[in-house]
């Protein structure tokens, strides 16, 4: 166990703002896919239980590159500066609907799988999201054509196309296999941020039985391929009420965990709104998982390039409060952005100025990286 990290001030003011909000999680939830394999059920029941005294901490493409370098076996810029890999990694199947052989971050498929099962084998955790091309004009994710989502429902003119996307999608999935040949669990995370604009499958591009369905014919197609090792993770961006939250929810029976993606853009020194914002919805998330009986998480988050020094214990860890929450991710470290002339990431490296925070983040008893999670024994019974 990691020694106790004392941060009165961080605690004081937690408690503060958020005691009477803590409540605990209900661990009698069941998951949605009632084929899953006993791997996934347990993975999901553990979840649930750990969940309510701790949160796994993840980062996306975690293994394949970070800042100024790439493809370097067992590095990680997690790794570097705290000794440990996260406990969950993100990864990204988009590329997969046009055959390619990289994915939309420019990773190998094939280099994936291996991390993949990398990160499993260690005990870590895998979530996948999908980047989708738009299947109506072929052009990327976040091509918003009217009609776009319409067109990929059954009787759509993308119908067809769009479902030998969900082929490819599903013979990759099958490929994921641990050292027995048995199916590694996925937390799967499809049409992330439905909430939002920006993508073909949010909320402006469709009705919400329009979306219900086209999730719910993912959910069903996935079955039918015989893929029962998934884990559905529904994703919002912002939102205002418990109203909004669920107007694009497919029900119980086809979602298991609860979640929403927020970033940091202002100076935090100077705006709180990010963590005003995260504790509103987080409030509104909690009471629907409690009638729901779902786990939660915070599957997207980060403060590009992270120039605030305190930014893990002083703005992250106030933003999550007391809510039980599964999980929480940060997002990749791309390093030079050659198109917008920036650096582009959300995790420290060694040398960078939140370095020293990240550090005092992880020895935090509540945010456990992988040894801890493996300690865990999230696949065990």
């Not at 166990?1 to 009477?20: D, E, F, H, N, V």
């Not at 280099?111 to 099962?117: A, D, G, L, N, T």
Request: charged fraction near 25%; charge should be positive; glycine fraction near 6%.
């Amino acid at each position: 166990m990691k020694k106790r990290l004392i941060l009165p001030l961080i605690y004081i003011a937690i408690g503060m703002s958020c005691s009477s909000k803590a409540q605990t999680s209900n661990t009698i939830s069941s998951i949605s896919d009632k084929k899953a394999t006993p791997e996934t059920k347990i993975l999901y029941k553990n979840l649930t239980k750990l969940s309510n005294k701790a949160i796994l901490f993840g980062h996306q493409d975690d293994l394949a590159y970070g800042v100024n370098w790439k493809y370097e076996a067992g590095r990680s810029d997690v790794k570097d500066v705290t000794g440990e890999y996260p406990a969950v990694y993100g990864w990204d199947l988009g590329g997969l609907e046009n055959k390619s052989e990289k994915n939309i971050d420019g990773i190998p498929f094939d280099k994936m799988r291996q991390y993949i099962k990398d990160g499993h084998s260690r005990g870590g955790i895998i979530t996948l999201s999908w980047h989708c091309d738009n299947p109506l004009t072929g052009k990327n994710a976040w091509d918003i054509t009217p009609k776009s989502l319409v067109s990929a429902l059954p009787g759509g003119k993308s119908h067809e196309k769009f479902k030998s996307w969900l082929d490819e999608a599903a013979k990759y999935i099958l490929t994921l296999k641990d050292k027995n040949g048995k199916p590694i669990p996925i937390l799967y995370r499809p049409y992330h941020e439905l909430t939002g604009t920006w993508f073909w499958w949010c909320k402006n591009n469709a009705s919400p039985e329009e979306f219900k369905t086209l999730w719910k014919f993912t959910y069903d197609y996935f079955q039918m391929k015989g893929i029962h090792n998934l884990i559905y993770v529904y994703n919002t961006a912002d939102f205002k009420s418990k109203e909004e939250f669920l107007e694009y929810y497919p029900g119980s029976d086809y979602a298991d965990v609860l979640s929403f993606d927020n970033y940091q853009y202002n100076d935090p020194t100077k705006d709180n709104s990010f963590i005003e914002n995260c504790q509103r919805q987080f409030k509104i998330m909690d009471d629907i998982a409690k009638e729901q009986n779902k786990i939660m998480a915070f599957a997207e988050t980060g403060y590009e390039a992270i120039p605030y020094d305190k930014w893990w214990t002083n703005t992250l860890l106030k933003a999550i409060g007391d809510y039980k929450i599964s999980y929480v991710l940060v997002w990749r470290n791309h390093g030079w952005q050659e198109n917008e002339k920036k650096m582009h990431y959300y995790a420290p490296y060694k040398g960078q100025v939140s370095e020293k925070d990240f550090v005092d983040f992880y020895k935090l008893d509540q945010i456990l990286f992988e040894k801890e999670a493996a300690k865990e024994k999230l696949y065990k019974k």
